[in-house]
């Protein structure tokens, strides 16, 4: 119980990235096309236009790794107090945010990127929290 409460910020924000990246993995793999056919109308006017099922799979394959990464994270913080995992799934997360928010930009959908602004938030905060 002593490495849950003293690492309790820590697990809670990889408790959230898990949520967010392992949920958004699934949903790209549960409706691949639906989401390649919105994305190709998203980037319709951009550079990216014809890569975006590769975006995709690289999102989704990053996606899934820092959702496991951060799973492994919260096992080693609760059972060795070692935060190695952790980190790697905080930077990560982080990586996939700036890839995510660098495409909302070059759609020129400011609101979608004022959205993963907010996910960075926590995200960059847990960087700061596990560097210590």
């Not at 609760?78 to 996939?96: E, H, K, P, T």
């Not at 993963?116 to 926590?122: E, G, L, M, R, W």
């Amino acid at each position: 119980m002593e490495p849950l409460l003293t690492n309790a910020t820590e697990i809670l924000i990889l408790l959230f990235l898990i949520i967010t990246f392992l949920q958004s993995g699934y949903d790209k793999i549960a409706d691949w096309n639906g989401n390649v056919s919105w994305l190709k109308g998203h980037f319709a006017e951009t550079p990216l236009k014809n890569i975006v099922p590769a975006m995709v799979a690289i999102i989704l394959i990053t996606e899934i790794i820092a959702g496991v990464l951060c799973i492994l994270g919260i096992y080693q913080l609760c059972s060795d107090g070692v935060s190695i995992m952790a980190m790697y799934g905080a930077i990560l997360s982080c990586l996939v945010l700036l890839m995510l928010l660098f495409g909302q930009r070059v759609a020129k959908d400011y609101d979608g990127a004022r959205t993963i602004a907010i996910y960075f938030i926590p995200a960059i905060f847990l960087v700061f929290l596990l560097q210590g």
